[in-house]
């Protein structure tokens, strides 16, 4: 994508969005906006600077990765915009220790702006637009925010005292700006669909290179190196949890990606249960990998047998949920895959993943413009528990001694599925994995959600707390389709699950081993096809298709 990024047109759609939030009376007044990006980060008291990544806000109106830059926006009715960035100057010690920032006038070249200036200039700019707006309103991110980068005192001054002064009637305000900015970044343009698309084929592939890994080692065709060197790539078995980030991190870093959109997520067998598992620290079995680690150790070949000499992977699933951003946008995939018993999926395995499967299935029929949110995450639940119902773990009105309290409708009014599925079917996505959380989740009540009165048709309450999205579907948006079964002690407890009339002991007993499954895709939401999405994850998800690559088979 050689184009520049379009940031006058997301300042223009900013600007749309903060008029509806203004007074009436306001609204003809000159509106000026002074953002300040993010600076770089050091460790704690030390000298040592930590990757940067620019603030997303900021970039969203400006496509600059520069540290300390900060941007004026000047607006008034009737009239193009002025966006003026200002970028640092290159110092000696930038030149002698790291890449300095190019001069203005290169800049100018690279950025979808009005112009671009170096910052030394930028305080006696804002005094002079505001002795020609005496009567402007100046907006800033909320100023005491933690979250947010601090727009340095010296800028803020000029606008604080002609405030004071009272005399032109300028309003400084952070009441509107980030609600707009946040408004303006639900939906997504072409460019940024682009730049998902990228981030998100870079990660399928990452994901499939670690089944494919995992394939080889189990038909035996990696080699196990050479004494008295390193292992090298070709080389690498996963055997633990961080073997399998390490190649997906490298996977995505080899094809160009900067950053992971977030901590991934790598969790073997029952740790799969755990939603946000980071530690990625453990064998595959359970325990913690020591000093000496990692070896080839050739384990994956062997089929598992109890009597079986030395280390013995045990069936087992490997739920990674992993994405990288490209140019600061995000991707977000997981995969759960069969490790052990040759590749394939325990027969329990499969079940609970063909259900989970079905979950998604069902969640995309339902997807698209106008449909509520809401509305797709329950049917995930219904799902569920259909599916709960068919293995036996949840009890159906015809099961021996049972009634019309173990309907479909009475479970669903129950709750009890939360315990299985806590969390939400899916969040916004865009610069941020969890992308603009205040827009996506308006806080309850709210004209968007649609009321639960019936929890036989709709759940309860409970069921949505975990949501972070509560919206009805607009074309251009971007999301997650991620439903889950997890077999948490701790969520299981917390539920009272083993005392629940619901519920067959007995055979929920026989699947709290698989641990947990979640399958993740990105999806747009699209009037452009019949479908009413287009699911930009590439990599597969069917059983047969796993089972085959995780086996070495295809």
Sequence with gaps: MTSLFPATQHVLKTLKELEKLLP???????????????????RNDTDREMVFRQESNFYYLTGCNLPSSSILIVSQQDTPPSIELYIPKAEPADIMWSVPPPPASEAALTHDVTLVHNTDVLKSTIESYLAKHPTALFHTFPVDSALLPKIPKDLLAPALKAQSQGSGGLVLTDKYLFTAVSSARLTKDEYEIGLIRK?????????ETVMRVLGLAVKGKISQG???????????????????????VASCRREGSVHQAYLPIVAASTRASTLHYCCNDKEFGWGPVGADEPKNTGSLTHSHSHGHPGNVIDPQVLLIDAGCEWDNYASDITRTMPVGNGGKFSKEGREIYEIVLEMQTAAYRVMKPGVHWDVVHLEAHKTLIR?????????????PNSGSWNSEEAILASGISASFFPHGLGHSLGMDVHDVPSISKPSPPSPTIPPKTSPGETGPIELYHYLRLRLPLESGMVLTNEPGCYFSPHLMEAGKVRESKHVNVEVLEKYVGVGGVRIEDVVLITSNNGDGYENLTKVGKSVEWLEGVCSGEI
């Excluded at 292992?231 to 190649?247: D, F, T």
């Excluded at 599916?387 to 099961?399: A, E």
């Design 387 to 399: 599916g709960f119902q068919r293995l036996g773990i949840f009890y159906s009105p015809t099961s």
């Design 199 to 207: 981030a998100c084929d870079i990660s399928s592939r990452a994901h």
């Design 226 to 248: 050479v004494e008295g060197r390193p292992l090298l790539p070709g080389e690498w078995l996963i055997e633990k949890e961080y073997e399998a980030e390490a190649i997906f």
């Design 24 to 42: 009436e009376e306001d609204r003809a007044k000159p509106q000026i906006i002074l953002l300040s990006g993010e600076v770089t980060p050091y």
